[in-house]
């Protein structure tokens, strides 16, 4: 059996890195000309970064059954190529001196746009690609991307702003986010069967039942609002802990923030192996697990406060849930009936967005009440329920990835 992926999935997994990077870097790129170039606030920093998310709680379930409904391949690219219109204009507009924090939160708005219906085709288009026992690895190498892009995105955009002024940042986004729109139109889809047409709302509401009602699906769902809840209570409290408890510089703070990209990175490039040195449902409870480890170690700097524990706890937080992601996806490709891969994995999506505000809220309101250390026990109690939560389902007894679902009925 051949371990090559096959030529089609490389274009996409290129055009993949390519439009991380371009989103990594114009996310760091555009609060630094807030600052720099409007004089903006916290208020109005703040304010950029919601107006950005609103797209993944608003547009995920409509792009999510648009994928179902059409070309996921044209979706993407349509997705792809709004984001490069937005990077277009923000350019023409720094260049031209007539940038503002409205229009900067306006375009940002329409380039999450984008990044939402990429987000949602890529992982419903990747079994049409790829055989079923290569997954896992397809999965891996788009993650190794993200990963990527996530740990240099955000350092060369600083750099880029720094050295030669914000146009080259987003003159770079640009040609990034180009580039992935070229790698996409030379993409082939392979043709599917068209699905009777339903009302919208059904569709989506078939998307959610059978999400609730999977059975690995469920405890797969509730495991990420438990996480990404726990995140942002933690992310809420650690700049000030890390700054009034630990004694870190900001230079120091912003290295241990980093550990988590590395961790990313380092987690992508072993997940073939750690995959398959163990049976697949203890594979996807491994980065659970490993958040648990992590969130106790940030507990450890309450007892011996030191920057070095931090950013271990980070690394952690970075190398064990890229083994989750990935393995979850392999996981929902598998169970999941091709016509409606697109609804859930805006389902995820979705929740997973709207559950981080609710974190963010928690932790600001018990950081404010009893402290940065009460925020991070909290963070570690909820991150030990979601390793609970997948550990007792019954992801636990796969040994392999279960036969693939067919075609939904009334779907």
């Keep these: 059996m051949s371990t090559a992926l096959p030529r089609p999935f490389n274009n996409l997994a290129w055009s993949n890195l390519a439009a991380q990077s371009a989103e990594q870097l114009s996310l760091a790129a555009v609060p630094l000309v807030a600052v720099l170039a409007l004089g903006a606030g916290p208020g109005?920093?703040?304010?950029?970064?919601?107006?950005?998310?609103?797209?993944?709680?608003?547009?995920?379930?409509?792009?999510?059954?648009?994928?179902?409904?059409?070309?996921?391949?044209?979706?993407?690219?349509?997705?792809?190529?709004?984001?490069?219109?937005?990077?277009?204009?923000?350019?023409?507009?720094?260049?031209?001196?007539?940038?503002?924090?409205?229009?900067?939160?306006?375009?940002?708005?329409?380039?999450?746009?984008?990044?939402?219906?990429?987000?949602?085709?890529?992982?419903?288009?990747?079994?049409?690609?790829?055989?079923?026992?290569?997954?896992?690895?397809?999965?891996?190498?788009?993650?190794?991307?993200?990963?990527?892009?996530?740990?240099?995105?955000?350092?060369?955009?600083?750099?880029?702003?720094?050295?030669?002024?914000?146009?080259?940042?987003?003159?770079?986004?640009?040609?990034?986010?180009?580039?992935?729109?070229?790698?996409?139109?030379?993409?082939?889809?392979?043709?599917?069967?068209?699905?009777?047409?339903?009302?919208?709302?059904?569709?989506?509401?078939?998307?959610?039942?059978?999400?609730?009602?999977?059975?690995?699906?469920?405890?797969?769902?509730?495991?990420?609002?438990?996480?990404?809840?726990?995140?942002?209570?933690?992310?809420?409290?650690?700049?000030?802990?890390?700054?009034?408890?630990?004694?870190?510089?900001?230079?120091?703070?912003?290295?241990?923030?980093?550990?988590?990209?590395?961790?990313?990175?380092?987690?992508?490039?072993?997940?073939?192996?750690?995959?398959?040195?163990?049976p697949f449902g203890r594979a996807i409870q491994f980065g659970p697990a490993v958040s648990v480890l992590a969130a106790g170690t940030m507990v450890a700097t309450l007892f011996v406060p030191t920057g070095w524990l931090a950013a271990l706890s980070?690394?952690?937080?970075?190398?064990g849930p890229i083994i989750w992601t990935i393995t979850s996806t392999t996981l929902r490709q598998s169970v999941v009936p091709g016509n409606m891969l697109g609804r859930v994995s805006s389902v995820f999506l979705t929740v997973n967005a709207g559950s981080r505000p609710v974190g963010a809220a928690l932790g600001g309101l018990v950081g404010a009440t009893w402290g940065e250390p009460a925020c991070l026990w909290l963070a570690f109690a909820g991150f030990a329920l979601q390793a609970w939560l997948i550990i007792a389902s019954s992801v636990a007894g796969l040994r392999q990835l279960p036969e693939p679902v067919g075609t939904a009925t009334g779907a």
């Design 44 to 278: 109005e920093i703040g304010t950029l970064a919601a107006v950005q998310t609103l797209p993944f709680l608003l547009m995920s379930m409509p792009l999510g059954l648009l994928a179902d409904r059409m070309s996921r391949r044209g979706l993407m690219l349509m997705a792809e190529g709004l984001r490069a219109v937005s990077l277009f204009a923000l350019l023409a507009m720094v260049v031209s001196g007539h940038l503002s924090i409205v229009w900067l939160g306006a375009l940002g708005f329409i380039g999450a746009v984008g990044t939402v219906g990429f987000s949602v085709a890529a992982p419903a288009l990747v079994p049409s690609l790829v055989p079923r026992e290569l997954l896992a690895r397809a999965n891996g190498r788009l993650e190794l991307a993200r990963s990527a892009a996530y740990a240099g995105g955000p350092a060369l955009a600083g750099a880029l702003v720094a050295w030669a002024g914000a146009p080259t940042a987003f003159v770079l986004a640009a040609v990034l986010s180009a580039a992935a729109v070229v790698l996409l139109w030379r993409l082939d889809e392979p043709q599917r069967a068209a699905a009777p047409p339903r009302h919208p709302l059904l569709e989506i509401r078939d998307g959610a039942q059978f999400v609730w009602r999977q059975s690995f699906l469920r405890p797969m769902l509730l495991t990420g609002v438990a996480w990404n809840i726990s995140w942002f209570v933690l992310q809420a409290a650690y700049v000030p802990y890390a700054v009034r408890t630990l004694g870190l510089s900001a230079q120091l703070v912003g290295i241990t923030l980093g550990c988590y990209g590395a961790g990313m990175v380092l987690g992508a490039l072993l997940a073939t192996r750690i995959v398959g040195a163990m």
């Design 314 to 319: 980070f690394f952690f937080f970075g190398a």
